[in-house]
């Protein structure tokens, strides 16, 4: 196939390309269901003119938090338009308190404010001002808040938000926080507990049936019928729920998709799947490793050199000691979360007098490791 048949043929076994997109938000959403009711619960005192209830979000990257929040301000800019102004702001795009409020501005005003020149103030009395003379609730969703605690930019802006009211009799506003990395819950409460005062929903992982069928949906939705046997799903699920994170399968259907149009197949095939996993290996881990901290980086890659010999968790800790000055408890944080995000596996051996210990496992080649490791933390070596 030369260039020009790739640029003009229109054949192609993609019956819609975007559900593959990462930002893509599905129609059916039921998995989530229980959480969006209980979200849905907390913005129904602002439709009675009350005060919304704060929520605090709490699960693993690629659970659905972020989609479930979408959907359900797409749901309620349609139906309580009157009532509401839901904007969802993304705390790895917008980290300073400037840019999270031009977010709010943009979505009440339809544009951004001037970059330069217009202080701040200005930009927060106008959108404080436009609640009062609306009447209508603001709820603000922010997203990997874990990048507002740099310079403790959380409790200025978190205060900015729910305190509104002490300068602006009248006004009613809420906060949705969603955290993926669980360390920084503690972080929370000392910085913005007392103002926050939130309730707490909890996204937990997939199991196997639920990733099955998130998968089973995009592949109705994106490819035409008969492009993938059930049994190259399954294949796919397999290696999904292994790796712990939805995205990668989604990736993975997408690529196995565009390995059988250079083939000029009508049919995903074995080898196309082969291929896309032989690649997605290092997809997964970026992946996980973004989610990391430095400590837990360390820690892992610690481990990563090391997993030539049987490690329990006695050992680790005795030899990672010598080289980090780090508490046990603190040790058993970072063990929990690398086995929490499916990195390493531990299982429990009964070593007589001493108790119960922990063998401690990679899932990941070491090699892989230390090479992804390499390029996300060159710090480390």
């Known amino acids: 196939m030369d260039i020009s048949d790739i640029l003009l043929h229109d054949e192609t076994i993609f019956q819609d390309m975007t559900v593959f997109n990462s930002d893509y938000i599905p129609e059916n959403f039921k998995l989530r269901q229980a959480q969006m009711e209980e979200m849905a619960l907390s913005l129904r005192p602002a439709l009675l003119k009350g005060k919304p209830i ?3 979000i709490l699960g693993p990257p690629a659970t659905g938090k972020t989609t479930a929040i979408k959907k359900l301000f797409e749901m309620a800019d349609f139906d309580c338009d009157d009532t509401l102004i839901c ?3 993304n705390c790895q795009l917008h980290s300073t ?4 409020f031009s977010q709010i501005y943009k979505k009440i005003f339809g544009h951004a404010p001037p970059e330069t020149g217009v202080p701040f103030s200005r930009i927060y009395n106008k959108i404080m001002n436009h609640l009062i003379e609306s009447d209508k609730a603001l709820i603000v969703a922010l997203d990997d808040i874990n990048h507002l605690f740099a310079s403790n930019m959380i409790s200025e802006v978190f205060y900015d938000i729910l305190r509104a009211y002490e300068s602006f009799e009248g006004v009613r506003t809420g906060l949705f926080g969603v955290l993926s990395d669980l360390n920084f819950r503690h972080v929370l409460d000392q910085n913005v507990g007392s103002i926050f005062n939130a309730n707490e929903i909890n996204f937990n992982p997939y199991t196997y049936d639920e990733t099955y069928k998130i ?6 939705l994106g490819f035409f019928p008969g492009v993938i046997s059930d049994d190259l799903i399954e294949q796919i699920t397999d290696y999904t729920y292994e790796s712990g ?8 259907l997408r690529t196995s998709g565009n390995n059988a149009e250079i083939n000029a197949s009508r049919k995903i095939t074995q080898e196309d799947v082969d291929k896309a996993i032989k690649s997605a290996t290092s997809m997964s881990l970026n992946y996980i490793l973004d989610a990391l901290n430095e400590n837990e980086q360390k820690l892992l ?5 090391a997993s030539e010999e049987e490690l329990t968790s006695g050992k680790l800790y005795k030899g990672y000691k010598r080289e980090n000055n780090i508490s046990y408890p603190t040790f058993n944080r970072l063990v929990n979360k690398l086995e929490f995000y499916r990195l390493i596996d531990t299982t429990y051996t009964s070593t007589g007098k001493v108790g119960n210990s922990r063998i401690i496992t990679l899932r990941f080649d070491s090699k892989d490791i230390k090479e992804n490791l390499k390029q996300h933390a060159p710090k480390l070596y």
């Open 215 to 220: 998968l089973e949906e995009r592949v109705r």
């Open 245 to 252: 994170d939805l995205r990668l399968g989604i990736d993975l």
């Open 87 to 89: 904007v969802y702001i």
């Open 54 to 56: 704060n929520n605090l």
């Open 97 to 100: 308190k400037f840019d999270i």
């Open 301 to 305: 890659l610690y481990i990563a050199r």
